[in-house]
């Protein structure tokens, strides 16, 4: 059973540029939560999907947009990148009510 | 919004005991999570306290004492693989997002 997988590993980006991020959760999880998390912090959370509509949003600037699929799948979209949005970016799926969080191994966002 | 303390860092030695302690403040409150997280890895769940009191896990327990907005993660037997950074996240009422420490980096040393 795949657990929660998300692309790409690392990528590398110049300021003002856009960058998607992609998230699969966890087979029978159907609620997808995106965390930023800079080096040395605990995640800080960015938004939760659920039934394809954002269900709660982290205090992120509108730069940062999100958007569920049919299949559950997640993507993270980051407009006009600057420096400080370089971090580790983690994807967490839960199934319904369930709090328990599943991981994905991140991706690693350089802003230069 | 929430305010969550964990010490930095912590060191032990191979076979200890370690207790990571975090207190948190929250408008209402519905569970606290604590993850382990090793370098360059995604966190991992450990364990989940709603009510006061401890949940005990092979060399791993967690305690919860609701009224004073405490908990810790208290590992036994550590071994060098245990060194990791230890995250203490809490979910507040109505909420649907973990509200993370800045974690705890224990080492193990032989």
């Known amino acids: 059973d795949a657990g929660v997988t998300q692309s790409p590993t690392h990528l590398i980006k110049t300021r003002g540029q856009q960058v998607t991020l992609r998230c699969s959760p966890k087979?029978?999880?159907?609620?997808v939560s995106w965390y930023q998390q800079a080096l040395g912090q605990g995640p800080q959370f960015i938004f939760q999907?659920?039934?394809?509509?954002?269900?709660q949003r982290g205090n992120f600037p509108d730069r940062f947009s999100g958007h569920q699929f049919p299949n559950y799948s997640s993507e993270l979209n980051v407009n006009a990148l600057l420096l400080g949005d370089s971090a580790l970016y983690l994807c967490?799926?839960?199934?319904?009510?369930?709090?328990?969080?599943?991981f994905g191994q991140g991706t690693r966002l350089t802003v230069v | 919004g929430q305010n969550i303390d964990q010490p930095t860092e912590m060191t032990a030695t191979e076979g200890a005991i370690v207790q990571i302690n975090c207190t948190y403040q929250?408008?209402?409150?519905?569970?606290l999570f604590w993850y382990q997280q090793h370098a360059g890895e995604a966190p991992t769940f450990l364990s989940y306290?709603?009510?006061?009191g401890l949940e005990e896990k092979g060399r791993f327990s967690s305690f919860l004492s609701r009224s004073k907005g405490y908990s810790y993660l208290l590992l036994k037997e550590l071994q060098m693989k245990d060194s990791a950074s230890y995250l203490c996240?809490?979910?507040?009422?109505?909420?649907?997002?973990?509200?993370f420490g800045a974690g705890t980096t224990v080492t193990v040393r032989a």
């Open positions: 996240a809490v979910v507040a009422r109505g909420d649907y997002k973990l509200s």
């Open positions: 999907y659920y039934e394809e509509e954002e269900r």
């Open positions: 967490a799926s839960t199934e319904g009510m369930n709090t328990e969080a599943f």
């Open positions: 306290n709603v009510l006061d």
């Open positions: 929250t408008s209402g409150f519905n569970g």
């Open positions: 087979s029978g999880h159907d609620t």
